[in-house]
């Protein structure tokens, strides 16, 4: 069944989203490079990797179900936050609203009774569930630091994160 128009520009917007959301946290990763922290900069660059990778995901998928690929201008993301918390804090509100667009997106595919979107989504589903259970962690551990930097890297580099 081919994709709908409607579910098809929404993929599209969606590939935006997922490429300015690497955008947001390579802007994080410059932002912890330029303090210094190393292991911060190199998990957020990761970050921003697993991101274009979500975005490709969808630029593959699209055109198997017979849709179209459009792609956006990506806006540019801040790159300044008062404090390596408030960074942290904002990648847990980006995630929760990257959540959001993907249940939007699922919403959309079943009321469309578009299965294979649906089976498609659902991996986005179940990774956003690991995004926000990670950057809940890493906000976690950056109260319990405090201005104690050198304590959040040395726990972030011991975590697994980085794998």
Known sequence: ????????????????????????YLAMSCMF??????????????????????????VK??????????????AAPSAKYSSVLAAIEAALAHERKVTQQIHDLMALALEE?????QAFLQWFVTEQVEEVGTQLQLVQ???LAGDRL?????????SGLLK
């Open 1 to 24: 069944m081919p994709l709908s128009k409607s579910l098809n520009a929404r993929l599209n917007e969606q590939i935006t989203n997922e490429f300015y959301s690497a955008q947001v």
């Open 33 to 58: 490079e330029d303090l210094g922290l190393k292991v911060l900069a190199a998990l957020y660059r990761k970050q921003a990797a697993e991101e274009r990778e979500h975005g490709l995901k969808f």
């Open 141 to 143: 551990a950056a109260k």
């Open 113 to 117: 009774k578009d299965y294979a979107t």
């Open 61 to 74: 998928y699209i055109p198997d179900v017979e849709g179209r690929v459009e792609l956006q201008a990506i």
């Open 150 to 158: 050198l304590h959040l890297e040395a726990y972030v580099a011991q």
